[in-house]
């Protein structure tokens, strides 16, 4: 096990050493030239000067090799020190904090509300495949795919924040405020829960553990309960991480119509202004937690199942 830790945390260095170079190289995308782009988001004037132009680049370091800029760079952001906004002329560092907790709090809120409506309704379609709990499962889980957000949450404003007055449309100001937005994000994985929990239980109960079970007069359901749910989690556990490392970046359709200060709402705000520091640390930040969650989840499946265990440590 420990072999295999060690490996996954060389592979996961090397990735986030990746990450921090293309995130560098942010500026030099498109346009080119960094220093363009800080004078042209602080004056009105499009037509720069040569003169400024090559005092905002010596200002900035960018008149030193490409190599020393980024070991600056990346000795800063390991500090975590990514400079100033140039839109807002506030530390990046402070903005991206607030935002990935208002991000993780919508994720983890969606998420939890899709496991707890998915778990039983899995569980039960897979009890009786073909049966009605099954045939109600497979047409609510393929209606929730094909509808997507963007289309969902004006809907939900308009009948529970308009017509009903439930909820509140926009902001995040207050508990409430968070209901609508984690409900709309919940039900694209709420489909996936369901289908993946099926799945996976149909496969455990045919299981020759779950049979001789079955054998000794123990009923179904507690069947299901005593050993189905367990050890059929392990995909779930998969997909759990997998939606909440795409949704700390991903729900940028939510809250923009939610009016949600989260990373989604930040790297799109970032993008249409230019706001290149603001575009480096949400790609690191992102980026990162994708991969640290993904490899949380693979040793957890070591820690969790004895038969992996075995396999790497032989």
Known sequence: MWHFALRRGTVLLLTLLLVSIVAFLIPYIGEGDPALLVLRARIADPNVDLTTLEAMRHQLGLDRPLAIQYLAWLGDALRGDFGLSFVRRAPVADMLGGALLVSITLALTALLVALLVSAPLGTMAAMRPGGRADTVATLLTQTLIAIPEYWMAPMGILVFALWLGWLPSAGWDSPASLVLPAL?????????????????????????????????????????????????????????????????????????????????????EAVINKDIPVLQAGFVAIVALAVVINTLVDLAYLAINPALRHSHGA
């Open 184 to 268: 709309v994000l919940a039900l694209r994985p709420m489909a996936y829960f369901t289908r993946i929990i099926r799945a996976a239980m149909i496969d455990v109960l045919d299981a020759p553990y779950i049979t001789a079970a079955r054998s000794r007069g123990l009923g179904l359901r507690q069947t299901v309960l005593r050993h189905g749910l367990r050890n059929g989690a392990m995909p779930v556990i998969t997909l759990f991480a997998l939606w909440l490392a795409g949704l700390l970046g991903g729900s940028v359709v939510v809250e923009v119509i939610f009016a949600i200060p989260g990373m989604g709402r930040l790297i799109y």
